[in-house]
């Protein structure tokens, strides 16, 4: 798995198909394509995008790679930033293959985050007509009325139209600190749509942490550390966004 250009000879060796050697004869011989054009060439370079085909079989493109990762607060959810912070690839750079965020998480906001190569799965898991649920844990600021988190459940009218229902669970209240400790669960992925939820009642988010996509939660993870997801739970992730 790369996303540089790579020998052709190579792409096809590494796809196991054949020998290094043995590629390099197939390609002297006229027997493979690229994007459809035969290629003799033996210097030529390709880019994972591009489509091979060896005596008439298409080689398999990159293996798809989907990571579960915990981000850390104070990390960008991007693969860049002109600013230099720390951003959530910075975490994956001895990986040969470029993966990208599913969706966001902000700066401020710590917890689970999908990465992957696979566009498909991406829109998959952030369009809006998929309806994935996502858990957050919120520290905020005073105290949450029964009557608020009600209307939370319900649906509250943001500048960008009415929420979705939700599921909301306060976990603890702090006298002292004056702080409420709560469980939301939403099945949108609006920008800030979280802290935009609970600041419609005037309520500011001190802290804020997702800690399950679906099925998956944190478990046995530290912040900065990420795991491959199992096909199976890939399988699960597509299956709920597909049937609900
Ligand atoms: N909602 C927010 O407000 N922020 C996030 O990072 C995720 C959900």
Redesign the pocket.
């Known amino acids: 798995m790369s996303n540089e250009m790579e020998r052709l000879q190579k792409r096809i060796a590494n796809s196991g198909y054949t020998s290094r050697r043995k590629a390099e004869v197939l390609i002297e011989e006229g027997k493979v394509k690229v994007n459809g054009e035969t290629v003799t060439e033996l210097g030529t370079k390709v880019k994972p995008s591009d489509t091979v085909e060896v005596e008439g079989i298409k080689l398999e493109q990159e293996d798809k790679l989907y990571i579960l990762f915990y981000k850390p607060a104070q990390v960008i959810t991007s693969v860049s930033d002109d600013k230099g912070r720390k951003v959530v690839t910075d975490y994956f750079k001895e990986l040969e293959t470029r993966i990208y965020p599913v969706g966001?998480?902000?700066y401020d906001?710590s917890g689970l985050l999908l990465l992957t190569n696979d566009g498909d799965f991406t829109n998959l898991m952030t369009h809006p007509r998929y309806k994935i649920k996502?858990k957050?844990v919120v520290k905020l600021k005073g105290y949450l009325m029964r009557e608020e988190v009600k209307a939370l459940e319900k649906g509250v009218k943001l500048e960008d139209g009415m929420t979705q229902p939700a599921t909301v669970k306060v976990k603890n209240q702090d006298k002292e600190k004056s702080t409420t400790l709560v469980e939301i669960t939403i099945t949108e992925?609006r920008?800030?749509?979280?802290?935009?939820m609970f600041e419609y009642f005037g309520h500011e988010?001190s802290k804020?942490q997702?800690i399950e996509f679906g099925p998956l939660n944190l478990t046995g993870l530290n912040a900065g550390e990420g795991r491959v997801l199992t096909p199976h739970e890939v399988k699960t992730l597509r299956h709920l966004a597909e049937n609900g």
Do not use: A, E, P, S
């Open positions: 966001r998480l902000d906001t996502k957050y992925g920008n800030r749509q979280v802290r935009r988010v804020l997702r």
